[in-house]
Structures are given as structure tokens and as C-alpha cells.
């Protein structure tokens, strides 16, 4: 992928930054898009002369409001809330609520604008959009946190709908917070309205595989990544980082097709495993106690952690960043190539930065981008609203089924486009062109709005 901007779009990157100040992480993502745009403004001129690129690029509608709330002690505190509902062209706006102190406007948009091709990648009826709160779920207790959650909802309620916004879970939303915010919902509005929120309880109309979803639909597109080089995932040694859903599912589908994952992580470290990490534990660590990953020595006293180590020193085969934003940089990234990385599949959104993703192209090695290697999260939220719509309920085998069809039409369609613009192979390219194709067709059908 080069790292220039085609002429034709260079002007229309200016002025974005320009409208867009300070928002960096947003700007990151705008201009990893449009990098790969020129060959398509040039085979499709109608998407220039309606300024698809302008519109797509300034959201449909953003929100920010106050969220006051207060702690067990009486005292009260404020927070930002933010929604940015950027495309319905394909559908209504889908995508997840982050609560994490790093949130602000710029991380709610950069979320939201990779939403909106990834939401198109999946072929299925769904819009981008995304938001949050810089509200830190960490230490607070059930109580604080519902009190957090209604309080959230009681001013995001009037945005959404099931035919309008569906939000789900993100960094600091899990089955919890969405529980608290669904039954705000449900309150205020005095409807059981279940297909306007998504990653729900399985007892009250969530969908079996959502919460192992991302993680599962990134290991099958690596899979899929490695038939096109007569590889597969059997045998071969594995890093994760992170620790929270996304990994732990990641590992649980690398473990049933026989890769050895031996290292994953937190904000505070990595823990490394050479007979490989035993998956039972980080679940009982984070899903039930909500302890930090350095505990697992508790458990299994022949690993070894690392406090602030760096994941990416550790010698694997596949890697698969699934934390947080711009998490592996190019230093990183020429780490993982010299130490025989063949392959990565992105499970968090944008974890690589530009320097590390012009790092794992050059070097040649398989490069699956998060909005397409992670899709497998809003593919399986949007079977979920599915079964919401229908009153139904289907089994896991099923859905686990329709996601791995999801994922294989898309790493089929992200290959076909990047051989179609002439880079074949390049995910990164194939993604970007594939998503905008299909959502710039659709605002061309209906006009100007």
C-alpha cells in the first residue's frame, strides 16, 4: 500500500483535517482509507462528481451530553457521552458503546468511520455508527455502575430504535452494562423493544456465539488468509494480546483447530506460557473475578510474566493484536517479521499503526485489517436483531454456522477487490474499496441527503 494519497483525493484529506481539529486517531483512519480510493474515483467518476468522499467522510449526526451520576459514597461526578451515528445507507446505524477514560470525540469517530465499511463488508442491512463515554468501569462496583448505565441511557434512549440505532458492547460494555442500559431502555420507553440493543443475556433475547463472536470470526479469516498460501493454523505457535472477550475467544477457536497460543496480555503486562496458555484460567481471572492477568501465575507457577513487557518480543508463527488502538508500531511489527511471523489477523480495531502495517506489507507476510478480520462481532449482532425480529432463537451450531459463512464471503471479497485494483493480496486495500463500493452505491440511489 503506498503511503500517498492520489491526487484527486489529497484536497479532500486537507480539508477533513482541517473541519476535523485535533482528532488524530479519526484523521489515522480517514487517511488509511482514502490511500486506497484513487483507482476507484478513477473507474467510478460519478462517486467524485456527487462527493461521495465528502459526505461519507462528515457524520450523519453526532451527540454529546452529560452523564451525571454518583458513587456509593453520595458524591457526585459528571462524564461525557458521545454517539456519532455517521452512515444509514445500508441500514441503521450499528456499532458499540466504549467506556474507557481515553474516550473522546476523535476515538468515537475513528470507531464509527472503520464501522461503516466493516458494517458493509458483512452484506448484511446495517449502517455505521458508535459511541461512548469516558467513564472508567474499572474499580466501581455493581451499584456505581448502574447508576452509570441509566444515567447514559436516560439521555442516549431518544436516539435510538430499532429501525434508527442499535448500539452493543465495546472496551468497558460487556453483558453487565448492557443489561443495565436494556433495562433503562425498557423503562423509559415502556416497550420490550429487544432488537435495539445487541450483545444481550441469552435469557432475555441475546444470541448464542455473540460474546465469542469477534474472536471466533477473526481466527476463521485467518484461516481463510492462510489457504491462499496452502497454510492453515494446525501447529502453529500463537500470541494474543489482550485479555478481555475478544482474546479469550481468539484463543478458544486457535485451541479447536490446533494452534498453540502461549502468550496474552493486559494494560499492566504479558504472561508467557510455553506449554501453551491454559484458557480455563484467564476465563475464571476475567470473566468471573475481574483480576489482572499477572494472577495466572497463581494458577500455572511455570509461566512467566512480564510487568509493562511487550508482547510482540515473543517469537510466534500468527499474532493477533485484539487490545486497543495503535497498540503494535513499526518496531514491533519488524520484531514480529525477523522472529518468523507469517501471518496477522487484527481483532481490535486499528491495533496496527500505519509505520507497522507498511512494515507487514513490505516484509510480505498476511495482513488481515481489523474492519474486516473483526467483523464477526456486528455480523453476529445483526443475527441476534434477526432472531429479535422473528421472536426465534437458534442453536449454536447454527449461528456459529452463519458466521463462519459471514467471514468466508468476506476474505473471498476483500481478495477478489484487491486483485481487481491491481494489488492482489492486500487486504488492507481490498477492505477499503470493497466497503466503500458498496456504500457509495447506495447514497448514489438516493440522491443527495
Known amino acids: 500500500m503506498s503511503n500517498l494519497i492520489d491526487a484527486k483525493v489529497a484536497p479532500i484529506f486537507q480539508e477533513i483535517i482541517k473541519r476535523n481539529p485535533g482528532e488524530l486517531e479519526f484523521h489515522q483512519a ?48 459528571i462524564n461525557r457521552g458521545f454517539r456519532v451515528e455517521f452512515n444509514s445507507a445500508l441500514g441503521p446505524y450499528k456499532g458499540g458503546l466504549r467506556f474507557h477514560p481515553s474516550v473522546y470525540l476523535g476515538i468515537i469517530k ?41 444515567s447514559f441511557m436516560t439521555e442516549l434512549y431518544r436516539h435510538l430504535g430499532e429501525h434508527t440505532d442499535v448500539p452493543a458492547g465495546d472496551i468497558g460494555v460487556g453483558g453487565r452494562e448492557i443489561g443495565y442500559m436494556f433495562g433503562q431502555y425498557k423503562r423509559i420507553t415502556n416497550r420490550y423493544e429487544a432488537g435495539v440493543i ?12 455473540r460474546k465469542e463472536a469477534t474472536g471466533y470470526g477473526n481466527v476463521f479469516f485467518v484461516k481463510e488468509m492462510l489457504k491462499t498460501n496452502k497454510q492453515e493454523i494446525e501447529g502453529k505457535t500463537c500470541i494474543v494480546s489482550g485479555s478481555g472477550n475478544v482474546s479469550i475467544y481468539t484463543i478458544e477457536k486457535i485451541n479447536e483447530l490446533g494452534g498453540k497460543v502461549v502468550a496474552c496480555s493486559d494494560s499492566n503486562g504479558y504472561i508467557y506460557d510455553k506449554n501453551g496458555i491454559d484458557l480455563e ?13 499477572k494472577d495466572y501465575l497463581e494458577f500455572r507457577g511455570e509461566a512467566r510474566y512480564f510487568e509493562n513487557g511487550n508482547i510482540w518480543e515473543v517469537p510466534c508463527e500468527l499474532a493477533f493484536p485484539s487490545a486497543t488502538q495503535n497498540e503494535l508500531n513499526g518496531k514491533d511489527a519488524a520484531l514480529l517479521v525477523k ?4 501471518a496477522v489477523g487484527e481483532g481490535a480495531n486499528m491495533p496496527t499503526t500505519p509505520e507497522g502495517v507498511k512494515v507487514f506489507q513490505e516484509a510480505g507476510i498476511l495482513y488481515a485489517p481489523g474492519k474486516a478480520a473483526n467483523a464477526g462481532g456486528v455480523a453476529t449482532s445483526t443475527l441476534e436483531m434477526m432472531q429479535n425480529a422473528s421472536r426465534d432463537s437458534w442453536s449454536f451450531e447454527f449461528t ?36 466503500f463500493i458498496r456504500v457509495a452505491n ?8
Not at 64 to 71: A, G, M
Not at 442 to 449: D, Q, Y
Open 281 to 293: 484460567v484467564v476465563k475464571q481471572l476475567k470473566e468471573v473475578e475481574r483480576k489482572r492477568i
Open 339 to 342: 522472529n518468523g511471523c507469517i
Open 198 to 209: 445487541t450483545g444481550k443475556g441469552l435469557d432475555w433475547g441475546g444470541s448464542l456465539v
Open 30 to 77: 480517514v487517511r488509511e482509507v482514502l490511500e486506497t480510493l484513487g483507482p476507484v474515483l478513477e473507474k467510478y467518476p460519478q462517486f467524485a462528481h456527487h462527493k461521495i468522499i465528502q459526505r461519507i467522510c462528515e457524520p450523519e449526526r453526532q451527540i454529546i451530553f452529560r452523564v451525571p451520576w454518583t458513587d456509593d459514597r453520595n458524591q457526585v461526578h
Open 110 to 150: 475513528f470507531l464509527g468511520f472503520e464501522q461503516i465499511f466493516k458494517n458493509a463488508l458483512t452484506g448484511l442491512p446495517i449502517g455505521g455508527g458508535k459511541g461512548g463515554s469516558d467513564f472508567d468501569p474499572k474499580g466501581k462496583s455493581d451499584s456505581e455502575i448502574m447508576r452509570f448505565c441509566q
Open 442 to 449: 447506495a447514497m448514489l440511489a438516493m440522491g443527495v441527503i
Open 400 to 435: 456459529e454456522n452463519k458466521l463462519s459463512n459471514i467471514m468466508t464471503n468476506i476474505h473471498d471479497l476483500c481478495y477478489e477487490k484487491s486483485a481487481e485494483f491491481g494489488s492482489p493480496g492486500n487486504y488492507v486495500l481490498g477492505a477499503n474499496v470493497a466497503g
